[in-house]
């Protein structure tokens, strides 16, 4: 892998949480050491051949036993202030979970994906009295899609946010197996958001 600069030292575990072609042959890569830090960088050429295969993939864990990071002087002081490997310096990027790696099983996770279909409100009763539901379906960039659930509070908490085409961030819901009479996509599993979970909409329309 390089990132220009200073060669790494010792090995680094690390998963792979994105991988994209930039321009000519190469690839653009982002790793998770599982904690909220990150690193990006460009994969050597001759290592192109892992992507192709499979074996470098998003969820991959990989060891770098080879690698350039950039250090990086700060200018101004009157200490010759050298951060540590860029790999471990927190990023403002956040670590995001593809839509066909959410299960009842991975703790956290974060999803970023657009908004294709927005259901009505709608009433009914249950053992626990009246309440209401809505549900929305999300597609995320490497085109995984899954159904989310609002009922009772989380109705008004988040109806009036989401809108069709707009992209969001969205964490801390529930990932429950999906009612198959009641999903039109191939996912497993369904969301359930109360009003605990966190859904920010994005800037940018980017995905």
């Known amino acids: 892998m390089e990132e220009g600069g200073h060669a790494g030292s010792r090995p680094v575990v690390l998963q792979v949480t994105g991988v994209r072609r930039q321009v000519g042959d190469r690839y653009f890569v982002i790793l998770s050491d599982g ?87 709608w009433h009914f009763a249950n053992r626990f009295g009246e309440t209401k539901t809505f549900f929305f379906d999300l597609r995320d960039a490497l085109d995984g899609e899954i159904r989310a659930k609002c009922f009772s509070s989380a109705v008004d908490k988040f109806c009036d946010l989401i809108e069709v085409d707009k992209v969001y961030l969205i964490s801390r819901g529930s990932v429950r197996p999906a009612q198959k009479g009641h999903n039109p996509f191939n996912s497993a599993y369904d969301l359930t958001l109360d009003i605990t979970a966190s859904i920010e909409i994005c800037s940018s329309d980017d995905m």
């Not at 990989?62 to 927190?90: A, E, F, K, W």
């Not at 995001?96 to 009505?120: D, F, H, M, N």
């Open 35 to 121: 904690s909220a830090e990150v690193a990006q960088g460009i994969l050597a050429s001759s290592m192109n051949h892992l992507v192709r295969a499979g074996a470098i993939r998003t969820g991959s864990v990989i060891r770098l036993l080879d690698y350039l990071c950039n250090l990086i002087d700060v200018i101004g002081s009157t200490n010759d202030v050298r951060p540590h490997p860029s790999y471990l310096q927190p990023s403002p990027i956040p670590i995001i979970t593809p839509i066909a790696e959410l299960s009842p099983y991975k703790g956290k996770w974060k999803i970023k994906a657009r908004v294709t279909a927005k259901s009505a409100i």
